[in-house]
């Protein structure tokens, strides 16, 4: 076996401990909101909580999941995460297809349009009068159709099947009598599990992390998403902290305790199902990196 050089060992030490660095980084501020939610609420605000929980309490997480709303915002946003990831996907994925094909007509011109969409859209007040107008306010299409298409997700899918899909491959699928669409279902999607998954989690987690559109465009509080109503769970407790009377410390200290065990504790529930979720599609995030790297 030939031996490391110095300079490839000096190289390993140091991309080891960037990215070890890196990691701590990226990990400590998750460790710290979870011993944070069930920790005393005094010692972390003193500061006397910094990597371990102290004091352990499920105060928190008894009282959030006391509130009805909860379970209600976790069904609507499950359902829009499902449900709108699969809108996405199946609008997503023969669009970038099509597109990647050298032969269709006006291809560029296409491309065009979708990435000037990128770059400048009505705003704000337009694009709520023009929903107004669709009849999808106060609807569940209201978070799903008006973003059915990430332009940036179109060309990166787009990329993919034109450095992954062999056009020889494609020509003798047409040379045996596929048309088509044929040819897309059996042979290009069945070979696109790498970027069906990554584009799976990038809708997803858009869906489930997604407040701003509903908190404009829905008032019917059955069809809030869980990150509108844990918004709601934390700026209700804040201001009722806020609102006492000064004279009442007593109560105006436990409101504020009860605010920042609870708000801890909603950050950790709103996380868990992504986090629980990305282990299982990490592994398509490697092969869609490396497939197409490789050729002969």
Sequence with gaps: MAREALSDKIFMIGNKAVLGGLLVILLYPLVYILSASISD????NSGKVWLFPRNITLEGYSRVFQNGDIWTGYRNTIF???????LNL???????YALSRKDLTGRGLFMGI????????????????LIKSLGMLDTIWVLMIPGVVSVWNLIVTRTFFQSTIPREMEEAAEMDGCNHFILFLRIVFPLSAPIVAVMALFYGVSHWNQYFSSMIYLTNRELFPLQLVLREILILNELTALMLDGENMKAMAEQARIADITKYAVMIISAIPMLIAYPFLQRFFVKGVMIGSIKG
């Design 114 to 129: 979708f990435v000037f969409t990128m770059f400048f859209n009505g705003g704000l007040i337009p694009t709520f009068l």
């Design 41 to 44: 609420p005094m010692l972390v």
């Design 80 to 86: 829009y995460t499902i449900f709108g990831t699969f």
């Design 90 to 96: 199946l609008l997503t994925i023969p669009c970038a």
